[in-house]
């Protein structure tokens, strides 16, 4: 596949290699684990499509023009084989992570997500027996319509329906790390696995009702000492007025501004590492969800951008394989 250079803003300089980038994105068309509609297949293609009319300035004007970003372009999907696409996301991730580059995912339905954090979580809390030595908590930040914590859906375990849950199978990801933003869609067995378990939750409703710098502070203040956060997007957090191209158009969501307004509230929140899943192209109309999509990974690479040169001023620099002095 062709990767042409005025994506992302322009960003994604021409050959450019993952070993010089610090943001790798890598698409991931894969939609066989979406319960109700498929189509998140198309999503990477038109993402990078509609990224070609985003400029290297987020919209709170944060410059993001000096970023070094390499798309890697699609991992070879196969839609009847889960395994082998697991191991072929593994692979990439593993890749990304070595060569020090934040990675940003493009899906594909959100049961991609577990492979993903699957990788990160492996590299940055190798298990460690009975040595006591105590793994860093590792974060996630969920912004999503459902909680997708089901133990099985229909007859599997994959589903897109249950990958939080599968993610929280991982020894370093505890519930009491997770926050999930615009909840509103629940089963009751997951919503009595969240009242066991404590996840903190912020419902669209509270994110309608309360201003974002205060939610932000709250999610900040439960994630205090997790140094590793992942983001991901599942875009049906998003209204379907805002976002009618999804698998699932679910009601009373959070409009762009919410999203948006959010993200940047949550900017101090470490990226590890970030998807952006769920957007259907095939029910989007006028592109209005792929365009929002684009703009978030724009977003993303603005906080990126501001983390990196916030270390640079603290003299270190932390890189998805550790922290490192400044040269
Ligand atoms: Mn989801």
Redesign the pocket.
């Known amino acids: 596949m062709k990767i042409e250079r005025d994506i992302w803003g322009g960003l994604n300089g021409e050959g450019r290699s993952l070993q010089d980038a610090q943001v790798a994105i890598v698409g991931v068309p894969f939609d066989s684990a979406a319960c109700y509609r498929r189509g998140a297949a198309f999503a990477p293609d038109k993402m990078r499509e509609m990224s070609k009319r985003c400029h290297p300035l987020t919209e709170r004007f944060v410059d993001i023009s000096d970023l070094r970003v390499c798309d890697l372009g699609d991992i070879d999907v196969d839609p009847l084989d889960w395994p082998a696409t697991y191991n072929r996301i593994d692979r990439q991730l593993q890749e990304v992570i070595h060569a020090g580059a934040v990675p940003i995912v493009l899906g594909g339905d ?1 049961s991609i997500s577990f492979p993903v954090v699957r990788a990160l979580h492996n590299h940055h809390s190798p298990f460690r027996g009975n040595s006591g030595v105590p793994s860093q908590p590792f974060g996630l930040v969920w912004f ?1 319509a ?1 909680p ?1 914590l089901m133990h099985t859906y229909g007859v599997s375990k994959y589903s ?1 329906a249950c ?1 939080l849950r599968r993610i929280l199978e991982l020894n370093n990801i505890k519930p009491r790390h997770v926050v999930m933003i615009g909840v509103r869609k629940v089963e009751p067995e997951e919503y009595e696995f969240m009242q066991e378990t404590g996840i903190y939750c912020v419902h669209a409703s509270e994110v309608a009702r309360y201003p974002a710098d205060a939610i932000a502070e709250g999610i900040r203040e439960h994630l205090s000492g997790v140094t590793r956060v992942y983001w991901s997007f ?1 875009i ?1 957090v998003l209204d379907p007025a805002f976002a009618p191209g999804t698998g699932i158009p679910t009601p009373a969501g959070l409009t762009t501004r919410q999203l948006f307004d959010l993200v940047y509230a949550l900017r101090e929140l470490p990226v590890t590492g970030a998807d952006i899943v ?1 957007v259907a192209p095939p029910f989007d109309h006028a592109d209005i969800t792929s365009f929002a999509a684009a703009t978030l990974v724009m977003e993303i690479l603005g906080l990126i951008k501001t983390q990196r040169e916030s270390e640079r001023r603290a003299g270190y620099t932390t890189t998805s394989v550790g922290v490192q002095s400044v040269r």
């Open positions: 959100h999503d459902h997708d897109h990958t599942d049906d769920e």
